[in-house]
């Protein structure tokens, strides 16, 4: 399982971005691709998973109506709309198995121990 993030950039507030994740060595009906950010000094935040099986969906709260996630057979996307400093960051995508977009609807927080495969993470830089 291999995964490749891409997209990142410096931007001004308000602008978008859309994030990339290739993926190889599995396929998405079986695995959910997860978008996860950390910001400097801080743990990594779970924002949004996508399942391929289905084209089902996870948002955190904080990202709900300005990121919207989806797939086709080899990438995963992560649209990124109306950015704020707050969203500065190096954003990463893992994989792991799809019970962990049920975890994360239960609980509200995207599951990080349940990622087998990490990118290598793209950085995110909102700032006028």
């Known amino acids: 399982v291999q995964l490749q993030a891409s997209g990142g950039g410096l931007v001004q507030p308000g602008a978008s971005l859309r994030l990339s994740c290739t993926h190889s060595?599995?396929?998405?009906?079986?695995?959910?691709i997860c978008w996860f950010r950390q910001a400097p000094g801080a743990e990594r935040e779970g924002l949004s998973c996508?399942?391929?099986?289905?084209?089902s969906t996870y948002y955190a709260g904080s990202v709900k109506g300005r990121f919207t996630s989806s797939g086709d057979k080899n990438t995963v996307y992560l649209q990124l709309n109306n950015l704020g400093p707050e969203d500065t960051g190096r954003y990463y995508c893992g994989a792991g198995p799809r019970a962990i977009m049920i975890l994360a609807a239960m609980s509200g927080t995207v599951p990080t121990m349940k990622v087998v495969s990490w990118g290598q993470g793209t950085l995110v830089t909102v700032s006028s």
């Open positions: 060595g599995f396929t998405l009906d079986d695995y959910a």
């Open positions: 996508f399942s391929g099986g289905d084209d």
